[in-house]
């Protein structure tokens, strides 16, 4: 999954122009709006779909608060009650302060950071929010039988004021027990060793269609004994999920064709029983579903926010294809075949032959869980490598996001404040959308889905260090092919300008400009974050050897510091070798080759560049984060029936967020 880095793309449709993108600012946080459009033009019967679809894409959001940790649904119900009820003054700097920690809460479905991992320090005392607690109506407060107010502020307070309890959701830190040691609430009374013990003991070694072990539960230890929650209906957070199967029932009636149908009904199934089996098989035949206008993913995806890279946070987005843009992602899927046979690794870990590798631009229509306020540009699916081998995978790149980004951060100053020559600033101008969006595209498309496992190793051989390792290979497939001359026969890209457009734009936002996003002080701990540093890190120190001048260089100008690529094809070979051996370390599944690679390049912070890129982002009023709010979809009705879908885009942060608690909270405020 690709997501987005501090400098956005450039795009324009003409039909956008007067639509306005930026809702509000606060914090290290920008809201932001996306258009959905193409959205009147569909069929009553697709409008539906996506109302059905988009209503099941909101019933899990207490699902991923209660996974980010334990105390989140709890807290943000205490804090919701204060927010919406006190009569206090409004205005003093403690409930003003408690607005935007509510806010950052909302944005990052929890007390930790989104993108970095660290808990919030609140900007209210706890004096204050006992006296507020105290003056609401207890009733409305998620008091448990016969628990007092006081009661409930002993149990809370040590979470929310206390900076050395649960003080990171995923701690990534080499050498401590990254199971005790984070927050994120997937495992309960089980140490790292226990943990990796089990599912080391579930698997078979000779299973060449092995399910994603603990995917879909916490592991608790009671009575001594290790054992699985399953998320399900009838389990842990069965009441969401069996909202959740609802509105899946009621799209099952207006799919667009059998296999839609398929996908539906298989996917209910897994909701209903939690059977990993069950979800591979909804795997393959959502890969199958090509003929869908409309498409969407529902379920447990992404181990971004498991420590052990095992358990998946629950997510959805619901969308439509893009056809006139879709037409620039199946050149590169019908070519597929020609870029795994020239990609730069060894041989024997390229596939022989590529399997159903499909490729779309999408339009986003609503985003749920993990996908929401912050959202990816870009997606490939399944995860499992062997349904990847077997039956291929989709890819998609979200447009009307990238868009939206765009739109937001023209004329905000960025280029001009952090790239010095004009020739580069203009060159960004000229080919950043373009160059950005093909990344996304190489990157979802073929990136993910390229070379193999040898036999015999297993998807997770690289535990904590998988998932940056794959963001590393998937960013540097689409490097290395944004140079080469194929795209350019393709019709894809102009020229190598494209290219050298998007390596400029990487290596700057892996050495420095990526940093806006970290507090002082701290190391990089996101995989998205790490996996761009060791890439720009490696090149640039492996860009310093050998006769003539380094290929990367770091230069002053007026007391900043700036990047300069000085050799561009030169580059271009340091992406491969890079891609080269980060596929022979996934392919051969070492663990020792991974790790130092990671811990060298991707995690260390130059603290005094550190500090100079904070100060120049803070001069230009920018925030290094963006998310958005969903637009509203509201049925018409004729005499029981829906007769249109309208689409809505008036809804503020603050209002959606209350909304969406009181709409769609389903689950007791601790699980």
Not at 466 to 492: I, M, Q
Not at 615 to 637: A, C, D, H, Q, T
């Amino acid at each position: 999954m690709k997501q987005v880095g501090c400098n956005e793309v450039d795009k324009s449709m003409n039909e956008m122009e007067e639509f306005d993108y930026t809702v509000e600012q606060f914090a290290d946080l920008q809201l932001l709006r996306y258009k959905v459009y193409g959205f009147e033009e569909l069929s009553l019967k697709q409008k539906k779909l996506i109302y059905y679809l988009s209503q099941a894409a909101l019933q899990g959001r207490d699902i991923l608060f209660d996974q980010n940790g334990k105390y989140n649904l709890l807290i943000r119900k205490m804090l919701e009650t204060v927010y919406t009820e006190y009569q206090g003054d409004r205005t003093d700097v403690n409930f003003v302060n408690l607005e935007t920690y509510l806010k950052r809460i909302w944005f990052s479905n929890g007390i930790h950071h989104h993108y970095a991992s660290n808990k919030f320090v609140p900007g209210f005392t706890p004096e204050f929010f006992r006296d507020a607690l105290n003056s609401v109506d207890a009733l409305k407060l998620p008091l448990g039988k016969g628990e007092t107010v006081e009661e409930l502020c002993e149990e809370v307070f040590p979470v929310i004021f206390d900076s050395e309890m649960m003080p990171k959701r995923v701690n990534q830190a080499d050498g401590e027990d990254l199971v005790l040691t984070s927050a994120a609430n997937y495992y309960e009374g089980v140490t790292q060793k226990e943990a990796e013990d089990f599912y080391h003991n579930l698997k078979n070694p000779d299973d060449m269609m092995p399910v994603m072990f603990g995917m879909n539960s916490r592991l608790v230890k009671e009575d001594g004994k290790v054992q699985e929650k399953v998320w399900r209906s009838g389990g842990l957070y069965g009441q969401a999920i069996d909202k959740i199967i609802y509105w899946l029932d009621k799209a099952l009636g207006v799919a667009e064709d059998a296999q839609q149908k398929i996908v539906i009904e298989k996917l209910i199934r897994f909701y209903k029983n939690g059977d990993l089996k069950d979800f591979d098989e909804y795997s393959i035949a959502w890969v199958k579903d090509l003929d869908s206008r409309v498409d969407f993913v529902n379920g447990f995806i992404e181990s971004y926010g498991d420590p052990l890279g095992l358990k998946a946070s629950w997510e959805s987005i619901v969308n439509f294809k893009d056809l006139e843009a879709t037409k620039r992602t199946e050149i590169i899927s019908a070519n597929a075949q020609w870029f795994e046979d020239h990609s730069p690794i060894d041989p024997k870990y390229r596939k022989e032959k590529v399997k159903g590798v499909s490729a779309k631009v999408i339009t986003a229509t609503i985003l749920g869980g993990d996908c929401y306020p912050a959202t990816p540009i870009g997606i490939n699916l399944p995860n499992a490598d062997w349904i990847r081998k077997d039956y291929g995978s989709k890819s998609v790149t979200i447009e009307n996001i990238t868009h939206a980004y765009n739109e937001a951060a023209k004329g905000n100053g960025f280029l001009e404040e952090f790239i010095y020559d004009p020739a580069d600033i203009e060159l960004q101008k000229r080919y950043g959308e373009l160059s950005d969006n093909l990344h996304t595209d190489l990157h979802e498309c073929l990136g993910h889905g390229s070379g193999q496992l040898a036999p015999g190793v297993k998807t997770d051989a690289l535990k904590n260090y998988g998932s940056t390792l794959e963001e590393a290979r998937a960013d540097l497939f689409a490097l290395y092919y944004l140079g080469d001359p194929k795209l350019v026969e393709l019709g894809l890209v102009p020229s190598f300008d494209a290219a050298k457009a998007q390596y400029l734009h990487y290596i700057l936002n892996g050495m420095m400009t990526q940093l806006a996003r970290i507090q002082p002080g701290k190391d990089v701990e996101e995989a998205h974050m790490r996996n761009r540093m060791l890439i720009a890190m490696w090149c640039y120190e492996k860009g310093q050897q050998g006769e003539g001048e380094p290929v990367i260089k770091k230069v002053t100008h007026d007391g900043k510091t700036y990047i300069e690529v000085t050799d561009y094809e030169r580059l271009r070979e340091l992406f491969g070798e890079l891609l080269c051996e980060i596929q022979r370390i996934k392919s051969e599944g070492d663990y020792e080759a991974g790790k130092t690679l990671v811990e060298t390049y991707g995690v260390k912070v130059d603290q005094n560049l550190h500090n100079e890129v904070l100060k120049r982002y803070s001069n230009l009023n920018i925030e290094p984060y963006s998310g958005f709010v969903n637009p509203v979809y509201k049925p018409v009705m004729e005499k029981g029936e829906i007769t249109d879908v309208k689409v809505e885009y008036t809804e503020g942060y603050k209002d959606q967020m209350l909304r969406y608690s009181k709409d769609y909270s389903f689950l007791p405020s601790v699980n």
